[in-house]
């Protein structure tokens, strides 16, 4: 590689490369903002939450890649022909292809770079991203441990710790449990997770259970027996007490005793159930159990962009995807394989309209003008066809065919064969503006 060659690709290099990094990283501070609960919530570090939402890059560089090619590509011979660079080439006799070589070599290099993307690093980075963050919603110690914060761990479930040490000894433990009917509170002095194979305990020291509710607690009023079997009950229990005679004997008067009580005296009964209904239990050591806190990985949905290509190409028949979405598999395949071919795609429709030797402002606004809606174009055929390829199998050669022929018939352009010129009305439009402009900046 010549020294100008050298000086066109650094020129390129360097601007693909700072696009690439701004564009990806101002994406990714928005999309980071969705995991900003893995460090409110959860007890992780700034540092863990960097680490994990920093996994979900090289997605952004898979999409960004093509487009940022585009720009570097058209900057950089638009800087060449803003300083008359390619004009003085094309009287030295070099030609466009002599020209674009250096770059030729900078799309080759971004191509293969986003099929090793696509293929390999963008399935694994995002299996690792839903590993750890799995990983991380299933720390209970982090999650539990926040001391002088009252945490919902699940629905009715509510953690509050005063503090903790560096040991990992928690002091001032209160948990309230509302998930069944009963209502149970701990408190404990001390106490500590505790991991076993049986699961994740909290050990709780030298405490408390308070149990309240149920489902006496819950009905409205207590129900009451009618008045004949109040007096049957009363003699029943007379009975027991006394011999037979002198049960028969008592049984009579003890039945308006025994009779159903005033509509007003239900509450003081709800209330008396209430009461009868808690308890309070003194314990030295309680295991609480963790265990369902922590989410199952058994049965996790694993996405086909998450799966190796292998997987991808032959996926087994028992997958949810295969039985239920067969097409998924199909999309991703062929969106994985076509990846490489884009980023050439973009880079022809900058080099055909802008490789040409140019010496008005005009020329290069006009050329410039129209390479963005090319490649929206072909950008937008992109998603269309891919967004296809899930239903109707026969869009996957179009998925193919279309960056293909948008470089054949660049090529063309570039060599001469084709000539894209504005419509004569839109150019006779646009120099009688201009004019009116110079007169008035003239007058």
């Known amino acids: 590689m010549g020294r100008l060659d050298r000086y066109i690709f650094s020129t390129a290099a360097v601007a693909f490369l ?3 990094v701004v564009l990806a990283g101002m994406i990714w501070a928005t999309q980071a903002l969705r995991q900003l609960d893995l460090v409110t919530s959860q007890g992780q570090t700034i540092l863990a939450f960097i680490a994990i939402t920093s996994l979900t890059m090289p997605t952004l560089v898979l999409v960004i890649a093509p487009a940022a090619l585009f720009i570097a590509t058209a900057y950089t011979l638009l800087k060449l022909n803003g300083d008359s660079e390619i004009v003085v080439m094309a009287a030295a006799g070099m030609g466009p292809w002599r020209l674009l070589r250096p770059l030729i070599l900078l799309a080759i290099l971004v191509s293969l770079f ?8 963008v399935p694994a980075s995002l ?6 963050v799995t990983k991380v919603r ?19 479930l509510v953690f509050h710790v005063r503090e903790r040490s560096a040991n990992g000894v928690m002091r001032g433990i209160f948990i309230n449990d509302a998930r069944e009917k ?8 001390r106490g500590q997770i505790v991991e076993s194979k049986a699961g994740i305990f909290l050990v709780l020291e030298n405490g ?3 149990r309240r509710g149920g489902d006496l607690w819950k009905t409205e009023a207590t129900p009451q027996p009618t008045p004949e079997e109040a007096r049957a009950a009363a003699r029943a229990k007379l009975a027991a007490q006394n011999t037979g005679g002198q049960a028969a004997k008592a049984s009579e008067p003890a039945a308006p005793a025994a009779a159903a009580p005033a509509a007003g005296d239900q509450k003081q009964g709800r209330s008396d159930s209430k009461a009868a209904n808690s308890s309070v239990v003194e314990f030295q050591r309680y295991a609480f159990d963790l265990s369902s806190l922590a989410p199952d990985n058994k049965g996790v949905d694993i996405k086909p962009m998450e799966r190796p290509l292998t997987y991808v190409m032959n996926p087994p028949p028992e997958d949810m995807y295969v039985r239920f979405f067969p097409g998924r598999y199909r999309e991703e395949l062929h969106k994985r394989l076509s990846a490489g071919l884009y980023p050439m795609a973009f880079f022809a429709i900058a080099a055909a309209a802008l490789a040409q030797p140019r010496t008005t402002r005009q020329s290069r606004g006009a050329a410039l003008t129209a390479i963005i809606p090319a490649m929206g174009l072909v950008q937008i055929g992109n998603f269309a066809i891919a967004g296809q390829l899930k239903a109707n199998a026969a869009a996957v050669p179009l998925i193919y065919a279309l960056p ?3 470089v054949i018939i660049c090529a063309m352009v570039l060599q001469g064969w084709i000539r894209l010129a504005p419509p004569a009305a839109l150019t006779a439009f646009i ?11 003239a007058a």
């Open 138 to 156: 299933a720390d209970v110690v982090s999650f539990v441990a926040q001391p002088g914060r009252f945490v919902n761990l699940t629905q009715g």
């Open 182 to 189: 009963e209502v149970s509170t701990y408190l404990a002095d």
């Open 114 to 121: 986003c099929s090793s993307l696509a293929v390999h690093v």
């Open 208 to 210: 408390s259970i308070h």
């Open 127 to 132: 299996t690792s991203f839903r590993e750890q």
């Open 404 to 406: 293909v022929v948008t």
């Open 431 to 441: 120099d009688s503006i201009r004019a009116r402009f110079s007169r008035r900046a």
């Open 18 to 20: 700072g696009v690439v």
